[in-house]
């Protein structure tokens, strides 16, 4: 397998799954929750209320740690850095620990007029764009191209997101949309190819759900993922300009109160 292939070649050079852990997550092994939500830059903060007690474990550079006491079970948060490098070795790490399901949070750029910023998303699909994923295809490196293969989340785990999103969505009056996502590693070269990349058939892009998907499929770890719109080119609403204020707010709003709700309802599901 793959992944036995990767945890043999760290071996190889004189480490442990428990020092990978530690240095990549800034965590021992056993402090690991079976429920994990993963964010390239939001904190716990930036998702409201969670309803339960919140204590930080660890803070590098980029990657952070909190773990979340709610209603007797818990949840281990792990902000990453944001690119699909950063993702797909959380989510690798995370094959060495009790983890068992995973949400992958953060934003989206809409390529399709009906979306609006702050609208909620949830891949069925996401094309590789990302230089990452090369590194867990089999095989020579200069063979092992998966530019423009189709990478999906758990189709158990994302069937429950989509019950409990149609369900908390509706109650608080928050859109969701499917998407065909196209995972990029730029945001300034992304303008001159969007073109092409609606060409693929994808509604939306952002820069780590296909390293995810295909990280979490070789780890053996369930993994969705639960996107906010952030922006959308398509209308001229870009991560650069033409976006409101009334906008940015109902994106706040959706983040701050349905976010957390989806995450609760489908995370804890197992530990009730």
Known sequence: MLYDELVKGIER??????????????????????????????????LGDFGGTSTQLSRAASIATWNIAVNGAGITYVKTGV??????????????????????????????????????????????GDGASRYLKAGPLKQ????????????????????VAERVCGKHGAGLHR??????????AQFSRLDEIMGL???AIEMETAAAFRAAEAAGRPLV????????IVLNKSLISG??????????????????????????????
């Open 13 to 46: 050079y004189g480490s442990t799954p428990d020092d990978v852990c530690r240095v990549f997550l800034g965590l021992r092994r056993d402090q690991v929750r079976p429920a994990v939500v993963l964010a390239p830059w939001w904190e716990p903060g930036f």
């Open 83 to 128: 690119g699909a490098p950063l993702v797909m070795d959380a989510v690798l790490v995370l094959g060495l620990t009790p983890c068992r399901r995973i949400v992958f949070i953060g934003s989206v750029g809409a390529l399709d007029a009906n979306m609006k910023i702050g609208d909620v998303v949830i891949p069925e699909s996401s094309v590789c």
């Open 144 to 163: 092992a191209d998966p530019f423009g293969e189709v990478a999906r989340p758990d189709a158990d785990l994302n069937a429950k997101l989509n019950a």
């Open 179 to 188: 998407g065909g996502i196209f995972s990029i590693d730029t945001i300034f």
């Open 201 to 203: 058939g994808c509604n």
């Open 225 to 232: 993922a639960l996107l906010s719109v952030s922006d959308n």
């Open 243 to 272: 976006r409101t204020k009334e906008e940015m707010e109902y994106r706040k709003k959706v983040r701050g109160k349905v976010f957390p709700e989806i995450i609760l309802d489908l995370l804890n599901e197992g530990d009730r």
